[in-house]
């Protein structure tokens, strides 16, 4: 069964399936953000149904481009041997 | 009957034994302890234990309250669970090491007083020191030393703050320090004590001792060290600072500085590292903030983060068992050969990223859920960004470089049976906490009044999830590892010990050598000519002059001596002489005088 399961997540024979299955689950949880009730809500963006989906995104894009900003053009990434 | 029986006691003394005992037996007591510990800690009663006078003051051996009981129970559920990992080990050294090290985490989690809080700090830097040094060669000796001199300076300044706030309150019993949530001022003791309560937390810039090490110990002694280090500097953090405005910002800035770091990370438990600094910042700003909700969310994040966190280790050091490696660039299309492997890793990875009914869901949530009822909106948005990074690193690119993505037909099996049951343990409870979080909550030093799984809370949290991994999908290539090292704070004392190093070769060397060359050309010639010269005064001058005498006073001896010739006439003859000559002066001077 965990064998199964981890296959699906590898083999590329599964690659079309895979996709198919990752959209739909976006788009059932952005649907799903519109239909659940809100309350004790604390800040205007939790008011905004697929506020996190887009923060999240958003986030993720971030964290890459900075890291990498501060890994290549600021220089925190070096050689392997830098400290031999 | 023994009322109280320590459990820090139990694993230092249950250490000695182990170097005696072989095969199965030893397996079983190395079991055992921990088990009993378990035990041990869930029937403990709260109370002091163990008061005592020692160099003029009064310690405390041993504080049982809520706080203290819930870091013990995880403590000794991981102690069980890292044990069983390592059952495989032929040698004694790791376990013995892996058991002093529990026993002094427990120790400082029961410390009652700050001199037994330092001993027991102390021990853990050391004991834990050798599950580095025991991987051997050179990296990882010099990894080692490294953070032994990194946790005995922060031991320094840890009992310099010690000293000072003794003498400032008067008393050594560990509680709350002025300044964070109790009034008052903090004074330069307790700035010290935390600066070494900080440091064991790895919060930035004081962290690099962590990413340096962890992934260069064995691949048993990094699972215990990933958990209890620096979850012991969160324990003592929430007694003694709570309410610390400081910690918050430290918090959420360490949140994001680990899963920055991680994107740029090729090592794969180096990577993990790093999200130990971004985890434990949500503990540390959850302390800083102080409420009871914010505290309890700290308390129970670390409760669970030691679990998941373990068993992504588990995961990582099972691929560099069976592969010998560690750099994602040489790792990928392990799913095949190790499909356990890569399950058991993923509950972890699901645990920290906070995926509904996995542990990390309802403690997680807790700490930023208590940063918004404190109305701190810009901590809630970074530690929401952190939980995007964290499910970007540890649940994505980690897993699809190490086990899918490119196959590079490496030979792999899955582990050791007793390092799977060990993940499977770690597994276990970190969905059992996920699905039943009221276990955990009842365990919390505070009430709680949390509902984790409201329809708003569940949606949005696989919103954040499922669009991190969108960018994951549509970002991929940008994320490719490269074979690289990062520049962290251990820059500073990596190259300034290099510096110091060149200083003490070449000017100091050189000054020296310069100063052995005068010495050598002037001072020498110089001294040696005075010194013959002064020989040769000793020899012509003085001796001579002490000689002549020598000999006028032996020839005068030897004159006087033929005097003497033993004969009584001569003797009378002499004195008939005497006694004319001195009738002649007398008759003269007599004359002269009338």
Known sequence: MIKRVVDFFGDEGYARSRRRLFYLVLVLIVVADFLVPREHVEYLWERLPGWSAA??????VLLILVSKFLGHRVGLMRREDYYD | MIDFV????????????????????????????????????????????????VIGQEILFAKVDKLSVVFATVFTIMALVGTVYALHLPRAGQHVAAFVYVGCALGVVFAGDY????????????????????????????????????????????????????????????????????AGAMDIGGYLILAGFLLNAAVPPLNAWLTDAYPEATVTGAVFMSAFTTKTAVYVLARAFPGTELLVWLGAVMALYGVIYAVLENDCRRLLAYHIVSQVGYMVAGIGIGTEMAVNGATSHAFAHILYKALLFMGAGA???????????????????????????????????????FS????????????????????????TMASSGTFLHTGLKLPYYMFFGRDRKLEAREPPRNMLVAMAMAAVLCIAIGVFPERLYALLPYPVAFEPYTGAHVTESLGLLMFTALGF???????????????????????????????????????EKAVSNVSDKVALPLLHGAARAGLRVDLNGVDAAVNGLARAILGGGGALRRLQTGVATHYALAMIAGVIAAITVFAVVWQQGV
């Not at chain 2, 074979?483 to 070449?506: C, H, Q, V």
């Open chain 1, 55 to 60: 923060y999240g995104f958003g986030s993720c």
């Open chain 2, 6 to 53: 320590h459990p820090a006691l139990l694993f230092i003394l249950g250490a000695v034994p182990i170097p005696f005992l072989k095969g199965a037996i030893r397996k079983v007591y190395l079991v055992l302890i921990p088990s009993v510990a378990i035990l041990v800690v869930l029937t403990l009663e709260p109370g002091s234990y163990g008061v005592a006078r």
């Open chain 2, 115 to 182: 001199l037994t809080l330092y001993l027991f700090w102390e021990g853990m830097a050391f004991a834990s020191a050798y599950l580095v040094f025991a991987q051997g060669g050179d990296r990882a000796i010099g990894a080692a030393f490294r953070y032994l001199m990194v946790h005995v300076t922060g031991g320094v300044a840890l009992l310099g703050g010690i000293v000072l706030h003794g003498l400032a309150a008067g008393s050594l019993f560990f509680g709350p320090i002025a300044g964070g949530g109790v």
């Open chain 2, 319 to 357: 691929v560099i068992e069976v592969t010998g490696r560690r750099k994602l660039t040489e790792l990928g299309g392990l799913y095949k050969t190790m499909p356990l492997t890569v399950a058991l890793y993923m509950v972890g990875a699901f645990a920290i990223s906070a995926f509904p009914l």
């Open chain 2, 360 to 383: 990390g869901f309802v403690t997680k949530s807790m700490v930023i859920a208590a940063a918004g009822q404190d109305h701190r909106a810009l901590v809630v948005l970074a530690l």
């Open chain 2, 473 to 511: 999908v549509l970002f991929l290539r940008a994320l490719d590892p490269e074979n690289t090292i990062s520049i962290d704070t251990d820059w500073f004392y990596r190259k300034g010990a290099r510096a110091f190093l060149w200083f003490a070769e070449k000017p100091l060397a050189r000054y």
